[in-house]
C-alpha cells in the first residue's frame, strides 16, 4: 500500500486497516510454522505496511500530518 493512500484516509480507516494487516501478519506466521507459507517476503512486506500505517497514525495525531505540506 503507497504512503499516499495510507495519508489520505482517516485515522478510523488506519486503524481498521492496522487491524486487518495485523490478522494476515498472523495468518503468514502461522503458515511459515508449520510449512504451508510459499512466499516468505510476504511477512516482511506486511510488517512494512503496519510500519507505515502507525508512522502515519502518529503523524496525524500530533498534527504532523505531511500531506499538508506536500500539496
Partial sequence: ??????????VEELKDKHKEYKKELYNLRFQHAIGQLSNTARITEV??????????MREKETGRDRSSVLS
Avoid: G, N, S, V
Avoid at 1 to 10: A, G, I, Q, S, Y
Avoid at 47 to 56: D, P, S
Fill in 1 to 10: 500500500m503507497r504512503p499516499k493512500e495510507l495519508r489520505d484516509m482517516t
Fill in 47 to 56: 510488517k512494512r505496511i503496519i510500519a507505515r500505517i502507525l508512522t502515519i
